[in-house]
């Protein structure tokens, strides 16, 4: 097999002097689906920010396409294809729906009215709420305008930290079945998930990780049958 489409290959660093990943590999093939769990303040956010160019590494590489981005910024990072919605603040509460898809599409000089349609046709709810101010819907519709936003871009490559949090498990089903629809259309999610059973089941590919460190990588039914992962993460 060649190198995947995104991979961030061992890497290794932190916000300061001690290290939170080490050695730590994130991949992602196009239009699939590949997701990182494990426990609270394992480094899974820690490893996004990495891959999208937040996080000065001190070990290991980032390569998009075959390509090192290692040292680009993560608007560069966006120029390549990539489009992230990290875990919090990730809407403009103040402004509109519509305002926030159009700031999402900030690299583009193009029309960007079908982009746009395309993401209500993905989430009706959005237009129908489009003159609203995003810091007016609900935590589920909220999500929704995140994931719309960084559509905007028209990215090669999706990363999402935990988009399902604090929604109920419809709407989290829900969330997960326009995610999969996304990863249809050839583009690469790559996701951190709370909600381990359920995002395992529709990954191909799936990471533990444990202290900055992969525990376990496997593809999602590799990984939600092992017993070890499943005692230890999956609550039995
Ligand atoms: N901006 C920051 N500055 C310094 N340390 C940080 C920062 N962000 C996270 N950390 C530390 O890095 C470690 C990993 O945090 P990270 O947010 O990556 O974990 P996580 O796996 O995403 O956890 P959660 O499931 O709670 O979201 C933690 O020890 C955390 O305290
Ligand atoms: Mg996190």
Redesign the pocket.
Known sequence: MGEPFLIGDGMTG???AAD?LHGCTIAVEKGEIAVIV????????????AVFGMLNLRGGAVRLNGEDITRLSPQARVRKGMGFVP?TSNIFTTMTVEENLEMGAFIREDEIADTMAQVYDLFPILKQKRHQAAGELSGGQRQQVAVGRALMTQPQVLML??PTAGVSPIVMDELFDRIIEVARTGISILM?E?NARQALEIADKGYV?VQ?ANRFTGTGAELLANPDVRRSFLGG
């Open positions: 932190g916000y300061g939170i494990g426990p609270n303040g394992a480094g899974k956010s820690t490893a996004m920010k875990q930290d935990e951190v709370q990780l900055g």
